[in-house]
């Protein structure tokens, strides 16, 4: 697997409420481009994503992973990111280095409170957005109504690249709206044909209003659309789209079933044809208030670290996405925050849990690194002084008490805590010398409960969740009054005080 150039780069980070299929059009991504054989997670196949015993045994991820996909000449970094609520730090993490936020939702249920909370933190980021409307081969599934809930909570910016052929047990492809095509799904492969008549008059239409929309970015042919002067050519519609894309104008909605596999390739076809490359994102914000642009024609490398994983195989894992120049083996980058050197000895590209090895990345692109001293936020560079701002994570509003259930594993309990809360910021640990008690603090009880039983499975060591206590003081409550004296007789002077004294609340 060779480095891409940075124009040929898709980093797009899969996001929505949970339960709604990102990881299955993660799988499907990867089966349909050749990545794997079978669709993984499906029919009882093991999945390449959610590897993990705790997202196998709970059934929702709680850990980012990465897809790295070739398709049609760009490589495709897909960013499968946690968004039950306990684990969206991850979520908020993943979109600060991608320059795309890929919406799942469901065509039954619409878009649900989590995919509204992160399509308004991709706004904050200045992502550009997309959405893939999943499951329309189910009963109550509706394209046209799950359309009217996305423009209603997210604007009329939103409009339809493909449309459903079919839906429910008849949903059978889709029609790609840009080549004005029908396309099914065939095994591995598309295969493409005219678009059937009962469709063509609804396709038409569709097709006028896309036209419409990313002519907003144009203002010479939006002023020659609205009037009538002429339509959009082919070429014309294709040039807008990407921009209109880069320039968050206008917002694309995909029609699919990741099960089925349908609607699937012409996502990957319009993201490695039109969705932003990282040049094309804008510049990096860094903590001085100044910025970075993205590019490898500056020859001084820099790396942000994104993520970090304690993995209990290949042990800590640093995924990393290049700023600028281009990453080597052997290469010594200096820590912003620590001023430390730190050597990056090997690098690798991740897929899922397995990791090949690269000799070089270029900006813009996501890669890993392993046992290196950086923490998750942390800005490697030639010179150590470059340093990005700190993106934003959930508030750590969960506060409980954990003990171990052997007193004499409490110092192994902490320390393997204590790593877990280096990986994660959205965790913390302190220990209350008062009550003695080991407090920890998270995102919610999901979040404690997976902590804990990695604890158990990789140490050895049990230990369970208790209330905390209350370090209840004594106080004064009323006033009072006394007085006291001193009298000592030793010969000479002797000794005498005499003490008035008076207490009251505050």
Not at 71 to 88: E, Q, T
Not at 400 to 416: H, M, P, Q, S, V
């Amino acid at each position: 697997m060779g480095a891409p150039k940075t124009g040929n780069v898709r980093n797009v980070v899969l996001v929505g409420q949970g339960g709604v299929g990102k990881t299955s059009l993660a799988e499907a991504m990867l089966h349909l481009s050749g990545k794997t054989a079978r669709l993984g997670g499906h029919d009882g196949t093991k999945p390449t994503l959610d590897y993990d015993p705790e997202e196998v045994k709970r059934a929702f991820s709680i850990s980012t992973t990465i897809a790295p996909i070739d398709w049609k000449g760009a490589r495709i970094n897909v960013l499968d990111a946690p968004c039950y609520p306990d684990f969206i730090g991850d979520a908020f993490a993943a979109m600060s280095v991608c320059e795309t936020a890929l919406f799942v939702v469901d065509a039954e249920a619409g878009p649900q409170p989590t995919t509204v909370k992160l399509w308004y933190a991709a706004e904050d980021l200045r992502l550009a957005r997309a959405v893939f409307v999943n499951r329309l081969s189910r009963s109550e599934a509706s394209f046209a109504t799950t359309m009217d809930l996305l423009q209603e909570r997210f604007g009329t910016r939103l409009g339809a690249v493909t449309l459903p052929w079919g839906e429910g047990e008849d949903f059978d492809g889709i029609i790609d709206l840009v080549r004005m095509k029908a396309r099914h799904c065939n095994g591995a492969e598309a295969v493409e044909s005219e678009i059937p008549e009962e469709y063509r008059a609804q396709a038409e239409e569709a097709h006028d209003h896309l036209c419409e929309l990313v002519a907003e970015a144009d203002d010479d042919l939006m002023m020659k659309y609205l009037e009538g002067e002429e339509t959009l050519t082919q070429e014309e519609l294709e040039g807008l789209l990407s921009k209109a894309i880069a320039e968050r104008i206008f917002v694309p909605v995909f029609a699919g079933d990741c099960i089925k596999e349908q609607g699937v390739n012409s996502l990957m076809d319009d993201i490695a044809t039109y969705f932003p490359a990282p040049t094309d994102y804008g510049e990096m914000p860094l903590i001085d208030g100044d910025s970075l642009k993205i590019s490898s024609d500056d020859d001084r490398p820099v790396a942000f670290v994104f993520k970090t994983l304690a993995d209990p195989q290949q042990g800590r894992i640093s995924f990393i996405k290049v700023l600028t120049g281009t990453l080597e083996p052997g290469l010594e980058l200096i820590n912003a925050r620590t001023r430390k050197s730190d050597r990056l000895a090997h690098l690798y590209v991740m897929c899922g849990r397995d990791m090949t090895e690269v000799g070089h990345a270029y900006a813009g692109d996501i890669i890993v690194a392993p046992k290196l001293a950086a923490e998750t936020g942390d800005t490697l560079s030639i010179t150590g002084k470059v340093e990005a701002a700190a993106f934003k994570f959930p508030n750590s509003q969960y506060r409980i008490a954990i003990e171990a259930e052997n007193r004499g594993d409490e110092e192994k309990l902490y320390t393997f805590i204590e790593k877990a809360c280096k990986a994660d910021p959205t965790m913390s640990i302190d220990r209350d010398e008062e009550t003695g008690q080991t407090i920890i603090s998270a995102v919610g009880e999901a979040q404690v409960s997976v902590l804990l039983n990695r604890l158990e499975d990789r140490t050895k060591v049990v230990a369970k969740s208790v209330p905390i206590r209350i370090p209840y003081r004594e106080t004064i409550r009323r006033t009072a009054s006394a007085r006291g004296r001193h009298k000592k007789q030793t010969g000479g002077a002797g000794q005498y005080g005499d003490c008035w004294l008076r207490v009251e609340p505050l």
